[in-house]
């Protein structure tokens, strides 16, 4: 027996590889995310994406409440791109659901956004939606930085 950094001290080369691109999904391609059903949502969740490298990079060194709303931007945008949507969306299994999802997570995403760049937080919504999306407490939206 030996621990993986003892084996990468022992030896040195090592083969490398490079795994093909492929999915879970039907086919083992991405036909399921990708597709005519789904098209829609990429342009938007790709916007969403470029906001919250901009709050970002704008936003180094946060109050408390602007911390806060960074951190819900973020798990906003996060719920927004979960895979389960498209998948739900293509297999038709309650993809008006699915679609509903996206649109809200988005929606309070640019809400969000707005509301930091305006400088006007409403404390009431954003408690109601840290409550209601409380996923990884500890988001940290610098992640996004560029």
Not at 56 to 67: R, V
Not at 90 to 95: F, I, L, V
Request: hydrophobic share 35%; proline share 5%; charged share 25%.
């Amino acid at each position: 027996m030996i621990t993986p950094g003892d084996y990468l001290c022992k030896h040195r080369k090592l083969q490398i590889a490079e795994p093909a691109a492929s999915s879970w999904g039907e086919g083992g391609y991405f036909d399921v995310w990708l597709n005519e059903k789904n098209q829609w949502m990429y342009p938007l969740l790709s916007k969403a994406q470029e906001k919250i490298t901009e709050l970002a990079n704008c936003f180094k060194m946060p109050g408390k409440l602007q911390s806060r709303v960074l951190r819900q931007a973020a798990r906003e945008l996060l719920l927004s791109q979960a895979s389960d949507w498209p998948f739900m969306i293509n297999a038709g299994t309650n993809p008006e659901f699915a679609e509903k999802r996206i649109r809200e997570h988005l929606s309070r995403f640019s809400r969000l956004f707005d509301e930091i760049q305006n400088d006007s937080i409403n404390e009431e919504w954003l408690e109601t939606i840290e409550s209601q999306n409380n996923l990884f407490p500890d988001m940290n939206y610098r992640y996004w930085s560029s």
